[in-house]
């Protein structure tokens, strides 16, 4: 009921026909104008909304990867009221889901947040707290929309810089049906202690289908900031197209940490971007289990002397998903360094495909790069691919590539066996020694999270 | 109650290589399996322990009456046998205190007391001389030959079993690691395990006297006698007992 209320205070005047039509499959330049309109937004975010249509319009689907030409555009809601969002039924939930928020220990009130059935996570008491610290020391944490609202001239400078509208088709989508997502702002020299958990902002929207997230922390500060969560994360809909945006000035640092476990019906499609200033760090972590096709790549462009970039990515792949993960690091400034690591897992048909790219142009002397992918096979039908791409045209570089593809060997697997180690649980101690680099980056209750579930899909594997 | 092998034949790839072994290990003693390369040793660990690529044609294993020829090898575990491996297995990012733990709680079927369990744990690493960082490496993962060895010791003496195959656990070692072998392998001893001792060289057994020794070439149990066998193998080596 909180947020029919929130609409009559803003004094909106609901048009029943629009909502009628909002409730409609598909997308339209009428559409678009009206989710501006809902959102009562200033006219250069609608002049922005609408351009991105015809940018989307226009653009072919990539060809490279796999096969996206599956998504029917037209079927998709694109934008919904979030009363309407709330007409889950927790009984609609599938089943498996359900099960795995039980075995996981995730508390109800949380299994109904993430499964959609309340549009809210009632965790306004730590919320509150957080909120007040993060005032004192004059952080901006808000939904995109709201960011919008209070803040329009930090939005409209920042806004559409690092992704462009029209840098690929799925960041034209998102520019112009975007909803929900964070803004952050963290000032000069501000440490925030405690990770930034999007569930944490009142008022927000529920992981939204096209969210935009724009992070800008200022010269030598740092945040931590931490999307989704490692719960499997239920969607009628069949697309998610995220943007994220994250800018690092001088000094400052961003971890940006994404588990993400949507429902195995999700095209899951996100362009994330970070420009990176001089002797900033930027620090993706960036895990995959659900889906049925992932592409992202996260990315950092190194844009200041002694820019830092790492890119942390973990797949998972079980049957009939597809994980196509990588990063993206270009050298934009001299001595700037990045490394990529990528461990990716496919069980049964699932796949996975390793996609990099380093650049570093001529002139850009000193700079440092090091990539490393390694794929652990689970199953004869598994498959995964590796598509590096390195272009050095500076020779003043220190590059180095390491690449491996493993199955669970029968020497492992017997020396734990003749631990008393039962095969099911072995396997996954192997799979979890082969994660652990980049479990131990993830905040505990995450890496514990993401432990349990692949635990839980290995023992699916088994039967 | 014994570990008791009768009449134990094992093939790899169809190529017979045990011809009938027999074996009676009992709870507190320690025997000596001794031959020359290629005799079948090895061959009668992985047999023992459960290894998919060796298979039992016929015969029998038994484990205090229970017989565990026709089970896997994470349940000849649970009945009590330990193989200390003569080439340990690198188990990357799973950290030696994790894995004792879990191998602990799967053999006994219990819930480890996290405190005490790591106060044992101590004390056992302590007394290989064994620094606590150890507990936090990944299983055998940039060990040395040395380390690998302590730590199949270590699981040993945690993990309490009641029957334990060693194979060439002394192989490789200077004299002071072969005296901390001995050492542990006293300690298993007096506290009830039953110990067969795999060696090629009977140089460990200065420092520890076995209950009996069995000397096996080319597949079989060719003499069978006391710590005296040994010390004629010492001077003599395995030739007159080449077929």
Known sequence: MQDTKQFQQKNIEPNPVAYQYMAQPGISLKLVNEISHFKSEPEWMRARRLHAFDIFLSKQIPQWGCGLDKIDFDSIHYYMRPVEKRATNWDDVPQDIRHTYEKIGIPEAEQKYLAGVMAQYESEAVYHSLKERLEKQGVIFEDMDTGLRKYPEIVKQYFGTVVPTGDNKFSALNSAAWSGGSFVYIPKGVHVDIPLQAYFRINAERVGQFERTLIIADEGSFVHYVEGCTAPVYRADSLHSGVVEIIVKKGARVRYTTVQNWSKNVYNLVTKRAFVYEDATMEWVDGNLGSKLTMKYPSVYLLGRGAKGNILSIAFAGSGQHQDAGGKAIHGAPDTTSTIISKSISKETGRTSYRGLVSIPKGMTGCKSLVVCDALLLDVSARSDTYPIMDIRESDTVMSHEASVGKIGEEQLFYLMSRGIKEQEARSMIVQGFIEPIAKELPLEYALELNKLIQLEMENSVG | ?243
């Open chain 2, 1 to 243: 109650m014994s570990l008791k092998v009768s009449n134990l034949h094992v093939a790899v790839e169809r190529a017979e290589i045990l011809h009938g072994m027999s074996l009676d290990v009992a709870p507190g003693s320690v025997h000596a399996v001794m031959g020359p390369n290629g005799s079948g040793k090895s061959t009668l660990a992985y047999a023992l322990s459960g290894h998919p690529r060796y298979s039992i044609t016929s015969g029998k294993i038994c484990v205090d009456e229970v017989d565990i020829t026709n089970l896997g090898p994470d349940e000849r575990a649970r009945a009590g046998l330990f193989l200390s491996f003569q080439y340990p297995v690198e188990v990357t990012g799973v950290p030696v205190r994790q894995f004792l733990r879990t191998a602990y709680e799967a053999i006994h079927q219990v819930q480890a007391n996290p405190l005490e369990f790591s106060q044992k744990v101590k004390k056992e690493m302590s007394g290989l001389h064994l620094d606590p960082s150890f507990a936090k490496r990944s299983v055998n993962e940039g060990f040395s030959g040395g380390e690998k060895k302590r730590l199949e010791m270590l699981q040993l003496s945690v993990l309490e079993p009641k029957y334990a195959v060693l194979d060439e656990t002394d192989s490789g070692l200077d004299v002071d690691a072969i005296k901390l072998v001995a050492e542990s392998i006293k300690r298993a001893q007096a506290s009830g395990m039953g110990i067969l001792l795999i060696t090629h060289y009977p140089r460990i057994l200065q420092f520890l006297v076995p209950d009996q020794v069995h000397i096996v070439t080319d597949g079989r149990r060719v003499k069978s006698g006391d710590v005296r066998l040994a010390h004629y193998i010492e001077q003599h080596g395995y030739e007159s007992f080449q077929p």
